[in-house]
């Protein structure tokens, strides 16, 4: 009795069930949309940690009450710090490439006074400060190292593919355009720690920007060198 049931009832069950699929589908959808802001919102909360308490202070409870959610809410994100450090990681490398990506992504802006001053404005900010807090602390951290080494390597493989990419005109001086890169990293990340730590005199940086600037253009291909007639 009860298959026979179903069979003559078939068609009328049948529209019913279709249309509820849109709505559970948006409901899923909603539910993963807020599950993305509240990771992002602990994210954020874990960069905001490592700028005030430094890494080793940086406590998943520490973070929680950052986020304003419980350990319990957190935890149902990250199963575990790691998880969380990791993700954390991930992000500030992807907006340090979104950024860079911005900063280059039209030719015209490619003048190098400009592209120098927004690599410096980039690492003035609390991703910068977070990411070094992390790569200082993976120097003795071997387990914090295990996550942020390999991710370090994903992400120049990254950045220098993008940087390819944007910067088309160096494409005849390979090797020029790898020392330029690497110049420019290296000294305004390594002025950015010297300001935050009293190492460096802030009234010292805008001289060391313009001769930053003006040895890139010595390193510049040619014909990028040349005057418009």
Same mark, same amino acid.
């Given at each position: 009795?009860?298959?026979?049931?179903?069979?003559?009832?078939?068609?009328?069950?049948?529209?019913?069930?279709?249309?509820?699929? /849109?709505?559970?589908?948006?409901?899923?959808?909603?539910?993963?949309?807020?599950?993305?802001?509240?990771?992002?919102? !602990?994210?954020?909360?874990t960069v905001r940690c490592l700028v005030?308490?430094?890494? =080793?202070?940086?406590?998943?409870?520490?973070? @929680? %009450? +950052?986020?304003?959610?419980?350990?319990?809410?957190?935890?149902?994100? #990250?199963?575990?710090?790691?998880?969380?450090?990791?993700?954390?990681?991930?992000?500030?490398?992807?907006?340090?490439?979104?950024? #860079?990506?911005?900063?280059?992504?039209?030719?015209?802006?490619?003048?190098?006074?400009?592209?120098?001053?927004?690599?410096?404005?980039?690492?003035?900010?609390? @991703?910068?400060? %977070?990411?070094? +807090?992390?790569?200082?602390? =993976?120097?003795?951290?071997?387990?914090?190292?295990?996550?942020?080494?390999?991710?370090?390597?994903?992400?120049?493989?990254? #950045?220098?593919?993008? %940087? +390819?990419?944007?910067?088309?005109?160096?494409? +005849?001086?390979? @090797?020029? #355009?790898? !020392? @330029?890169?690497?110049?420019?990293?290296?000294?305004?990340?390594?002025?950015?720690?010297?300001?935050?730590?009293? =190492?460096?005199?802030?009234?010292?940086?805008? /001289?060391?920007?313009?001769? !930053?600037?003006?040895?890139?253009?010595?390193?510049?291909?040619?014909a990028e060198m040349r005057s418009p007639?």
């Open positions: 009795m009860a298959l026979s049931r179903t069979r003559t009832s078939r068609a009328t069950k049948a529209a019913p069930a279709r249309s509820k699929a /849109p709505a559970k589908a948006g409901g899923a959808s909603l539910q993963a949309t807020k599950a993305a802001q509240t990771r992002a919102r !602990l994210i954020d909360a005030k308490h430094g890494y =080793a202070n940086t406590t998943t409870p520490r973070v @929680a %009450a +950052e986020a304003g959610l419980s350990r319990g809410a957190m935890m149902h994100h #990250f199963e575990n710090g790691a998880a969380m450090i990791k993700a954390t990681i991930i992000e500030l490398h992807e907006k340090r490439l979104r950024a #860079f990506r911005r900063a280059a992504e039209r030719p015209e802006d490619h003048d190098v006074d400009t592209l120098v001053e927004t690599y410096w404005a980039q690492v003035q900010k609390p @991703a910068f400060i %977070a990411f070094h +807090e992390l790569a200082v602390a =993976a120097r003795t951290d071997k387990d914090l190292g295990a996550i942020l080494f390999p991710l370090q390597e994903e992400f120049r493989e990254r #950045f220098n593919a993008l %940087a +390819e990419t944007l910067f088309p005109e160096w494409r +005849e001086a390979p @090797a020029e #355009f790898e !020392l @330029a890169m690497s110049l420019s990293q290296t000294i305004l990340e390594g002025m950015a720690i010297a300001v935050q730590t009293g =190492a460096m005199d802030k009234a010292k940086v805008p /001289p060391m920007l313009t001769y !930053l600037e003006e040895q890139i253009r010595k390193l510049m291909p040619r007639e």
